[in-house]
């Protein structure tokens, strides 16, 4: 145990970007888990009277424009919005993959049909493929992670699809075969599991991209609906105050940009690991 401890400290002596990316990460996830130890205003606790106070000891990040604190509504809005990013994201890779990984492996007409359906997903922008999906079906939550999902799963079939493809080429998969085994067991008992852990990275490093676009779908209306603190939805409300009221914007503005850091960093990190093995 203290032997694999000493390793992993090791390991981040020589990557410090990754050390520094998962302090950031630990730091967001102890605001998604313990909300209370940052902060013990509500939410959604409207005081007229403190309508966009400047940032002091009692609001730290200052109110809006009903008087809200901004604190607490960044604080706790980062359950809601990396649940949503994550949901999605998770969601996408299992479907995704699981095309892929049939895609790949089987080939044929299976692979060209599908391939054909993924490239003409891929044909649009994400954020406009999110806005599209979120505009046909209404703003809300779930909605929401049903587009982001959608979004996601064409880059998660490409993924597992060339991952699949890799390894139906390799001898254990003709050795499987050659006893007898059946082309499904060899996929999900041999492939899949050589191709699992690829997506399980790549989750990691395309989590700062979907938190962009969905922040992005937020800011546009399209996604959580107020008072419901999100990230995004923070950031449109606060965009009519923005020389009155700059903080308004500019917390949840850096509470996306160092929860995307630290996951590009750690995604990043994980990927190079991958790619020494």
Same mark, same amino acid.
């Given at each position: 145990?203290?032997?694999?401890?000493?390793?992993a400290?090791?390991?981040?002596?020589?990557?410090p970007? %990754?050390?520094?990316?998962?302090?950031l !990460?630990? #730091?967001? $996830?102890? *605001? =998604?888990?313990f @909300?209370g130890? &940052?902060?013990?205003?509500?939410p959604l606790?409207?005081n007229v009277?403190?309508?966009?106070?400047?940032?002091?000891?009692?609001?730290?990040f200052g109110?809006?424009?009903v008087?809200r604190d901004?604190?607490?509504?960044?604080?706790?809005?980062?359950r809601?919005?990396?649940?949503?990013?994550?949901?999605?994201?998770?969601?996408?890779?299992?479907?995704?993959g699981?095309?892929?990984?049939?895609?790949?492996f089987?080939?044929?007409?299976i692979?060209?049909?599908?391939?054909?359906?993924i490239?003409?997903?891929?044909?649009?922008?994400?954020?406009?493929?999110?806005?599209?999906?979120?505009g046909? %079906?209404?703003?809300?939550?779930?909605? !929401?992670? #049903?587009? $982001?999902? *959608? =979004?996601y799963? @064409?880059?998660? &079939?490409?993924?597992?699809?060339?991952?699949?493809?890799?390894?139906?080429?390799?001898?254990y998969?003709e050795?499987?075969?050659?006893?007898?085994?059946?082309?499904?067991?060899?996929?999900?008992?041999h492939?899949?599991?050589?191709?699992?852990?690829?997506?399980?990275v790549?989750?990691?490093?395309?989590?700062?991209?979907?938190?962009?676009?969905q922040?992005?779908?937020?800011f546009l209306?399209l996604?959580?609906?107020?008072?419901?603190?999100?990230?995004g939805?923070?950031?449109q409300?606060?965009k009519?105050?923005?020389?009155?009221?700059?903080w308004?914007?500019?917390?949840?503005?850096l509470a996306?940009?160092?929860?995307?850091?630290? !996951?590009? #960093?750690?995604?990043r990190?994980?990927?190079?690991?991958?790619?020494?093995?």
């Open positions: 145990m203290l032997g694999r401890l000493s390793t400290a090791a390991r981040l002596r020589r990557q970007d %990754l050390a520094f990316g998962l302090v !990460l630990a #730091l967001v $996830l102890l *605001v =998604v888990l @909300p130890l &940052f902060t013990a205003h509500s606790a409207i009277d403190k309508a966009m106070e400047a940032p002091s000891s009692a609001h730290p109110t809006d424009d008087g901004v604190l607490a509504r960044v604080v706790h809005g980062a809601i919005t990396l649940s949503i990013c994550a949901s999605a994201l998770f969601a996408a890779a299992a479907i995704g699981a095309l892929g990984l049939v895609s790949g089987i080939g044929g007409r692979d060209m049909l599908l391939g054909r359906l490239d003409v997903l891929l044909s649009f922008p994400p954020i406009i493929f999110g806005v599209m999906v979120t046909i %079906l209404g703003p809300n939550t779930i909605n !929401l992670v #049903l587009a $982001l999902t *959608v =979004v799963v @064409p880059l998660f &079939f490409r993924i597992a699809r060339s991952g699949a493809m890799a390894e139906a080429s390799l001898t998969v050795a499987a075969r050659s006893i007898g085994m059946s082309e499904p067991l060899v996929l999900f008992r492939v899949a599991r050589n191709v699992v852990p690829v997506i399980l790549q989750c990691m490093v395309l989590f700062p991209l979907m938190l962009q676009i922040s992005a779908l937020g209306g996604g959580v609906q107020p008072p419901t603190p999100d990230w939805a923070i950031l409300q606060g009519d105050y923005i020389l009155l009221a700059p308004m914007s500019a917390f949840p503005g996306i940009l160092v929860t995307a850091l630290a !996951l590009m #960093l750690v995604g990190g994980l990927q190079r690991q991958m790619d020494r093995r």
